[in-house]
C-alpha cells in the first residue's frame, strides 16, 4: 500500500536543504506521495529510510531500459498526464521493423538508412534507436542469421519479435548482451518466456487483446518475479489504440493500477499500408502515450518529423533550451573580427551561429544568459537589456580580444542601442539585421567604427 505524504516526511532527513529541487523536504514528500518525484532525487534520505520509502518512490509507470551500455533506451517512469504538469522524461523509442522474410539487399538498405539518418538540431542529435527483428517463416536458422546480421551492423537496441519460445533462446543466443526486448508474451507462452526474459535480465512486452486482458498478464508474470515489461493491448486500429493508451496511461497514474504500469509499445507499421498514413499514426502516439513506435521503414520523410516533434515535446516546458554564456570563436576569428551579442535560447544560438559559420566571415559571438528566453521575449522580461548586457560585456573578456570597440545587436532589440551606449561609453553600438538570414550579408559589409 502507498504512503501518505506526512508518512514519508517523517522517513525524510526533514534537513530542507532544496537539493532535490524542492523547497522544504514536507513538499518533497507530497510529490512523492503524488508519484511526480523520485526519491534518489533526495541526497540525504538513509538506507533503512529507502527500504521504507521503494513503494512510494517507484514511478507509477516503471521505467525500463533496452539494450546496454550509453546508447541504451530508456522508457516509461513518467508521473504525470500532461506534460505542462511537470515535463516528460523518457522520450519513445524509434524502431525499424526487419523481417526474416525480406531479400538481403532490401535488409542491407534498411540497416543503412538506419545507421545514416541522423540529424542534429539544437545541439542534439536526431535518429532512430533501435531495430525489430520479426520471425515470420519459423525457420529458427534464418531468425538467427538476421538477428546477427543486424547485430554485425553495429545496432545496439534490439527487439526479438517471436511468441515461439525456442526461437527467442536462439535469437538471445548471439546476442544475450544487449539485453533486447523479447515481444511478446501471451496466454499461451507467458510461463514460458517469462522465464526467458528472467534468466538472460531481459525486458518483456505483453501481447493482449484487451487492456483487461495485458493486466491480467502483467500480475501473472510479475508474480514470476519479472519487473521490466511492455504493453501492448492488441489494438491495431488508431481509434482503439489511441483510447488504450490513454486508458493505459490514466489507470497507472490516477489509480495508481500497478497492472497497467509498464510502457507501452505501438505499431504503426501494422495500422495501415500507406507511409504518410502510417507517420501520422507514429506522430498521435508520441504525446499520447507510445513508448515505443515500430515503424515498417525509417526514411528522411518520416524519421525527421517525427524526432523533431519527439524532441518539441520531451523537453521540459518550464524550462527552455539554453547554451551557456560565454564568447563563442567561430571562423576563428582575429582582432579585427565583428563582435555579435544574442540571448542563450539554443534554437537562437544555432541558427545564429549556423548563418555566422556559413558567411565564412570570422567572428567573435556573445552568448548572454538569458535563461533560455528568445532576444524579444528575453527583452521583454528585463533579462536583454542594457543593464544586463553592459556588465557582461565588460566581465566577459572581449575587450582584450579585438582592437576595435563595435558591438552588434540584434535588429529585434534596436531599442536598447540608446541606452547601450550610455551603459558602454567606449563601445559603439551597431544594429544587426532582425532576421538570422540576413547575417550573411551584413557581416560581408561590416566594417569597425
Known amino acids: ?117 541522423q540529424y542534429e538540431r539544437v545541439g542534439l542529435m536526431l535518429k532512430a534507436d533501435c531495430v525489430a527483428v520479426k520471425d515470420t517463416a519459423g525457420d529458427q536458422k534464418k531468425f538467427v542469421s538476421l538477428v546477427e546480421k543486424v547485430k554485425s551492423a553495429g545496432v545496439a537496441n534490439l527487439i526479438l519479435m517471436s511468441e515461439k519460445p525456442d526461437m527467442q533462446a536462439a535469437g538471445l543466443g548471439v546476442c544475450k548482451e544487449l539485453r533486447p526486448l523479447l515481444y511478446a508474451a501471451s496466454n499461451g507462452n507467458a510461463e514460458a518466456l517469462g522465464k526467458l526474459a528472467k534468466e538472460n535480465a ?32 492488441g489494438a491495431r486500429q488508431l481509434n482503439r489504440a489511441f483510447q488504450d493508451h490513454v486508458a493505459v496511461r490514466r489507470s497507472a497514474l490516477l489509480s495508481k493500477f500497478r497492472p497497467l504500469g509498464f510502457p507501452t509499445i505501438v505499431f504503426p507499421c501494422e495500422m495501415t499500408d500507406d507511409p504518410i498514413k502510417e507517420a501520422l499514426i507514429a506522430a498521435t502516439f508520441i504525446p499520447k502515450y507510445g513508448g515505443i513506435l515500430v515503424m515498417s521503414d525509417i526514411t528522411g520523410q518520416n524519421l525527421f518529423p517525427l524526432t523533431v516533434q519527439r524532441m518539441n515535446i520531451y523537453t521540459d516546458p518550464q524550462r527552455p533550451m539554453a547554451t551557456t554564456e560565454g564568447i563563442y570563436e567561430i571562423n576563428n576569428p582575429d582582432e579585427n573580427s565583428p563582435v555579435i551579442i544574442t540571448s542563450n535560447f539554443s534554437l537562437t544560438y544555432f541558427i545564429v551561429s549556423g548563418e555566422v559559420e556559413s558567411s565564412r566571415v570570422p567572428t567573435w559571438l556573445l552568448i548572454k544568459d538569458t535563461e533560455g528566453l528568445s532576444v524579444l521575449t528575453a527583452w521583454a522580461a528585463g533579462k536583454f537589456v542594457a543593464d544586463a548586457i553592459a556588465p557582461f560585456v565588460k566581465k566577459c573578456g572581449i575587450d582584450s580580444k579585438v582592437k576595435h570597440r563595435t558591438l552588434v545587436i540584434p535588429g529585434a532589440a534596436a531599442s536598447i542601442s540608446g541606452e547601450l551606449d550610455e551603459e558602454l561609453p567606449d563601445w559603439q553600438v551597431k544594429i544587426g539585421p532582425r532576421e538570422a538570414a540576413h547575417l550573411t550579408a551584413f557581416l560581408k559589409n561590416w566594417k569597425a567604427a
Open 1 to 117: 500500500m502507498a504512503l501518505s505524504g506526512m508518512d514519508i516526511f517523517k522517513l525524510l532527513p526533514k534537513t530542507n536543504c532544496q537539493e532535490c529541487g524542492v523547497p522544504t523536504c514536507l513538499a518533497f514528500a507530497m510529490r512523492l506521495a503524488a508519484g511526480q518525484a523520485e526519491l534518489a532525487a533526495c541526497p540525504y534520505v538513509s538506507d533503512e529510510a529507502r527500504g521504507k520509502l521503494e513503494e512510494a518512490s517507484t514511478p507509477p509507470i516503471r521505467p525500463v531500459t533496452i539494450g546496454a551500455g550509453d546508447s541504451a533506451l530508456k522508457i516509461g517512469g513518467e508521473t504525470v498526464i500532461f506534460r505542462h504538469e511537470k515535463t516528460f522524461v523518457n522520450k519513445p523509442g524509434i524502431a525499424m521493423l526487419l523481417t526474416d522474410a525480406m531479400g538481403d539487399s532490401e535488409i542491407d538498405e534498411k540497416l543503412k538508412r538506419f545507421k545514416e539518418l
Open 202 to 233: 531481459c525486458a518483456l512486452a505483453v501481447k493482449g487483446n484487451t487492456v483487461d486482458e495485458v493486466a491480467e498478464l502483467t500480475a501473472k508474470l510479475t508474480g514470476m518475479g519479472l519487473k521490466d515489461l511492455v504493453i501492448d493491448t
